[in-house]
C-alpha cells in the first residue's frame, strides 16, 4: 500500500523565494496534517484538515506561512517569503481520523534549508 | 490543554541491555497514547498505542508500554534492545473528542551500543 507520499523530499532555495512543498494522503484517509521539526522546538504541529476543511491553524507560525487542500488527495504547504529562520524539516501525515481513534501515518518529510 | 513530557533527551544503552523511555503526560480529559519512533531521515512510525482496555500495549519490534493513570505515564520498555532500534522516539497524546490531532513530546534519542 502507498504511503504518505511527500514532495520534494529536499528543497534548497535563497531567503525571499517562494517554497510550496506537497503531500499525498493514503487513500481513504480524511484528516490530514501538517508538522515541523527544528532541533530547538521539536515537532509542532502547524495546521491540521478534516475532510479538506482546515480544522485550527494556530500553529501556522506567520501570515507567510499558508495551507491548502483542494481535495481529498492533495495539500500544499507554502511559505511566501521564505526565511532562513523556516529551515527545517516538514511532515505530512494523514489518518482516517476519528477522534484520535486511528493513529497517525507520516511521510518522509521535506527538508527545507533557506539560505 | 494538553503536554507530554519526555524526561530523558537522550538515553545511551549496550545492546542486549533493557531499557525504559519515560513519558508523562497532563491533560484534563480522557486520552489515547501512543508512542512514535523515528529513525535517521525517515518519517515517524507506530510503535504501539493505547486506547482503552488492558494498562499494558505491546508493538513491533518487542516493544511495550503501560499505562499508568494516577502517575498520569506511559512509559516505553524493551527488555533487550538491538543495535537497530537506534532512533528517536517520541510520546504522544490526543484527546478523545478530538478530531485527531498529536501533541508529542520533545523526543528521547536511543542510542545502543555494541
Known amino acids: 500500500d502507498a504511503g504518505v507520499i511527500q514532495s520534494p523530499r529536499h528543497e534548497v532555495t535563497e531567503m525571499g523565494q517562494e517554497v510550496t512543498l506537497r503531500c499525498k494522503p493514503i487513500s481513504g484517509h480524511n484528516s490530514l496534517f501538517w508538522y515541523r521539526q527544528t532541533m530547538m522546538r521539536g515537532l509542532e504541529l502547524l495546521i491540521y484538515?478534516?475532510?479538506?476543511?482546515?480544522?485550527?491553524d494556530s500553529g501556522m507560525p506567520e501570515d507567510r506561512f499558508s495551507a491548502k487542500m483542494p481535495n481529498a488527495s492533495f495539500s500544499t504547504l507554502k511559505i511566501q517569503p521564505s526565511e532562513p529562520r523556516d529551515s527545517a524539516v516538514y511532515f505530512c501525515?494523514?489518518?482516517?481520523?476519528?477522534?484520535?481513534?486511528?493513529?497517525?501515518?507520516f511521510g518522509d518529510g521535506t527538508r527545507l534549508s533557506i539560505l | 490543554a494538553q503536554s507530554v513530557t519526555q524526561l530523558d533527551s537522550q538515553v545511551p544503552v549496550f545492546e542486549e541491555a533493557p531499557v525504559e523511555l519515560r513519558c508523562n503526560y497532563s491533560?484534563?480529559?480522557?486520552?489515547?497514547l501512543f508512542w512514535y519512533v523515528q529513525y535517521p531521515n525517515q518519517g515517524l512510525q507506530l510503535l504501539l498505542k493505547y486506547l482503552s482496555g488492558s494498562t499494558l500495549v505491546k508493538g513491533i519490534n518487542g516493544f511495550e508500554a503501560e499505562f499508568n493513570k494516577s502517575q498520569t505515564s506511559f512509559h516505553l520498555r524493551k527488555p533487550s534492545v538491538h543495535i537497530s532500534d537506534t532512533a528517536e522516539y517520541f510520546c504522544a497524546v490526543s484527546d478523545r473528542g478530538s478530531q485527531g490531532n498529536l501533541i508529542f513530546g520533545k523526543g528521547t534519542k536511543l542510542s545502543v551500543k555494541p
Open positions: 484538515f478534516n475532510n479538506n476543511v482546515p480544522i485550527d
Open positions: 501525515a494523514s489518518s482516517s481520523g476519528k477522534g484520535g481513534l486511528q493513529p497517525q501515518h
Open positions: 491533560s484534563s480529559v480522557s486520552v489515547y
